[in-house]
């Protein structure tokens, strides 16, 4: 079955600490993969995506992620966090169709 | 420009009712989406049209649920005889013209808020 599972439920930081939001995909739904974020009362807009090539993609907002076909993984990594930064991150997957898996989220709190 | 807009924003309703809920997508974008939204959960698929038609609705939980778009770009989801379980942020999505490929972006209304009393 396709998956996308996000290992951390919320993420507490502080402010500009280095902060990583796991993500896990099944093989199934590995072709194109997605970082979503959805700011409080806001819709969700992509902060990246990784469809080909290098491994190491970059988004908006200084996020970054690298897919790691070994491990099933594309993590999400920022080097400093804002205050701003908080807000509800989702990651998501499909074959190449457009039937979009997303994983249950990850709630990154940062604290002053 | 405008980005994708879905009304109403909130509604109740009562067990057993009948509601729709609309979406307007990005001029210009083809393909649209439904999701479904439940508390701690991401966005679940429910129906994929490309164009007028319904290219993957395999998502939709059962024949209660219905979506249409008859002329390419306002959707409406369709949700007969509701249920309490119903209950849930339903988010509508849109993506540019290209075909043939899951890679674009999809760009998300701000959803509406169904509650079944």
């Known amino acids: 079955a396709q998956s996308v599972t996000q290992l951390d439920s919320q993420v507490p930081v502080f402010e500009e600490a280095p902060v990583e939001l796991r993500c896990n995909y099944s093989?199934?739904?590995?072709?194109?993969l997605f970082w979503y974020v959805q700011y409080p009362n806001q819709g969700l807009q992509l902060l990246l995506k990784?469809?080909?090539?290098?491994?190491l993609v970059k988004g908006i907002n200084g996020f970054e992620a690298e897919f790691n076909k070994s491990q099933t993984s594309f993590h999400l990594r920022k080097p400093s966090v804002h205050i701003s930064d908080t807000a509800e991150y989702f990651c998501?997957?499909?074959?190449?169709?457009?039937?979009?898996?997303f994983g249950a989220g990850t709630r990154l709190f940062v604290k002053a | 420009g405008a980005g994708v807009s879905q009304t109403p924003s909130n509604k109740v309703t009562e067990k057993g009712k009948y509601v729709e809920l609309r979406c307007d997508p990005i001029?210009?974008?083809?393909?649209l989406y439904w999701y479904r939204q439940s508390l701690g959960q991401g966005p679940e698929f429910l129906i994929y049209?490309?164009?007028?038609?319904?290219?993957?609705d395999s998502g939709l939980p059962n024949d209660r649920f219905f979506a249409v778009r008859p002329e390419g770009s306002v959707s409406t989801l369709k949700i007969q005889r509701t249920e309490r379980g119903d209950s849930a942020v339903y988010l509508c999505?849109?993506?540019?013209?290209?075909?043939?490929?899951?890679?674009?972006?999809?760009?998300f209304g701000p959803g509406t808020r169904l509650t079944v009393l």
């Open positions: 999505a849109s993506s540019s013209p290209k075909t043939g490929t899951g890679g674009n972006e999809q760009f």
């Open positions: 093989s199934s739904v590995s072709v194109y």
């Open positions: 990784y469809l080909s090539g290098s491994t």
């Open positions: 998501a997957g499909n074959t190449g169709g457009f039937k979009t898996i």
């Open positions: 001029s210009g974008h083809t393909a």
């Open positions: 049209f490309q164009g007028t038609g319904a290219a993957d």
